[in-house]
């Protein structure tokens, strides 16, 4: 290197260079409207179903419960949650050993938001070519009429999916009228304005730097692929040597491959990136470049399939094997785990009990000989409606039960403590420690039940 060059200012950072992704109809194309319409109508129209006189679905984080349509979670319920994270991960693997980043290009919510902004952007300002030269050459009259409207509406959206994201946590009908009424709290404000600014900025300026900078599942996704993964690929034996041709010219005799290079695959890609040059990291899986591509082999008269979902097995040796030992696994494991998630919540029951004895006296022994344990119970009802309780002991022949308080009522979504002693005659007691089995159920619904055990200490 010369002394001049040395000299020379050295970027550390390549410039960004704005990608204005050309659209695509097609099969993968229409998968993809048709998850961005189901997602975003699932996330946008939950917080509005009522359920039982109650929003369907709200997280009630001051109240401590969860509201899942007919389900009503609690933080002693946490253990359904991490047993959905535990699904949700398994199901992350699975799908990704077996047809690479279906999450990115489909349900990813930076795929699906980015989505709707760049239609938004296209009826706006048109399409790629248009877009391009209203950035280059537009009037600035022009430029500020189109560009100030397309920002304007994405603010508003972005503002409704803040809005729509806090309806989770607080009513959203509620929320809406302290919205209106600027008497939102300061965490529900806040998480408003952000969660409105990010999808604002994410999904309108930063789009492919978000997957392929700040998302870190695109590091780590190599580890999950194997020879036998399901990726998007070019085939350079079909495609190789490219060169632009007219349509009825004869590619072999002038020594082409298949590959017109159109560049559309290029043009269409949400991360600029070109697939003829293989598999990279920032290919996010949206099959644009098929759609794309297959629609020039038909007015081309060529083959489709050029660019397809592929193996590298099957692209080098023409062998595929989809069912290997890492996809099963996967697949057993997360069939294992979500029916235990199902079956836990299936037999769920909508009381929790704790029972505690008195540590300050071992036993007592009253005038008549008899052994008396005193206990401490806690009902803690899950329930979205009061009930009375009745307690059963089980485990020693001739124990008695005598509650301070024979009304154990118990409002909903309330923890209520009760005293209550079990007294036994000293000949029933086999050992100086016994198991016994407290039984409480709901006197109105008898499908309301749980079972403890405790000890019972005796001479």
């Known amino acids: ?25 097609g099969l993968f194309a229409s998968l993809r409207i048709a998850a961005v ?22 997280f009630d984080l001051p109240a401590r419960q969860f509201h899942l349509l007919g389900l009503t979670l609690w933080p002693q319920d946490f253990i359904y949650l991490a047993g959905l994270l535990i699904v949700a991960a398994l199901s992350l693997f699975f799908f990704t050993a077996l047809a690479g980043r279906l999450w990115c290009g489909y349900a990813c919510p930076q795929t699906v938001w980015t989505e709707v902004f760049l239609w938004i952007e296209r009826m706006i300002e048109g399409e790629r070519n248009k877009r391009i030269k209203l950035d280059k050459k537009g009037t600035m009259q022009n430029k500020f009429i189109l560009k100030g409207f397309k920002h304007t509406v994405w603010i508003l959206l972005s503002a409704w999916t803040g809005y729509t994201f806090v309806g989770y946590f607080t009513p959203i009908i509620e929320l809406g009228e302290k919205l209106i009424s600027f008497s939102t709290g300061p965490w529900e ?18 789009r492919e730097q978000v997957c392929i900078y700040m998302c870190p599942y695109a590091r ?25 041709r007219r349509r009825r010219d004869n590619p072999d005799e002038l020594g082409l491959g298949e590959c017109i290079d159109c560049q559309l695959c290029v043009q269409v890609c949400p991360t600029g990136i070109d697939i003829r040059k293989g598999l990279q990291y920032q290919c996010i899986g949206c099959a644009a470049c098929i759609d794309v591509c297959d629609d020039i ?71 008549n000989g008899d052994i008396e344990n005193i206990y401490s119970l806690k009902i803690l009802n899950k329930d979205r409606k009061d009930h009375r309780y009745q307690v ?50 709901a006197i109105d619904d008898s499908s309301i039940v749980v079972i403890s055990d405790a000890r019972f200490v005796g001479p």
């Open 297 to 367: 082999m038909d007015k081309m008269s060529y083959p489709k399939g050029l660019i397809r979902y592929t193996t590298e097995n099957l692209l080098q040796s023409g062998k595929a094997h989809l069912l290997r030992p890492r996809v099963v696994i996967y697949a057993l494991i997360l069939l294992g785990c979500f029916t235990a998630l199902i079956y836990g919540l299936t037999t769920r029951t909508n009381i929790e009990l704790d029972i505690g004895r008195d540590r300050n006296i071992l036993y007592r022994e009253l005038g």
């Open 1 to 25: 290197m010369s002394q001049e060059e040395s000299t020379l200012p050295q970027e550390l950072y390549a410039k960004r260079q704005k990608i204005y992704p050309r659209q695509v109809s």
């Open 189 to 206: 404000t806040f998480w408003v304005i952000f969660y409105g600014f990010a999808t604002y900025a994410n999904a309108g300026w930063m």
């Open 37 to 58: 319409l189901v997602l975003l109508g699932l996330y946008y129209g939950l917080p509005w179903i009522s359920w039982d006189g109650r929003q369907a679905i709200l």
């Open 392 to 441: 059963l002991v089980e485990g020693l022949d001739r124990a008695r039960l005598v509650l301070d308080d024979e009304n154990l009522m118990v409002p909903t979504a309330t923890t209520t403590s009760f005293h209550l002693r079990v007294i036994a005659d000293p000949d029933s007691i086999p050992k100086s420690v016994n198991t016994i089995r407290f039984k409480v159920i």
């Open 220 to 244: 780590f996704q190599s580890a999950m692929f194997d020879s036998d993964t399901l990726i998007i690929s070019y085939d350079p034996d079909r495609g190789e040597p490219r060169g632009a």
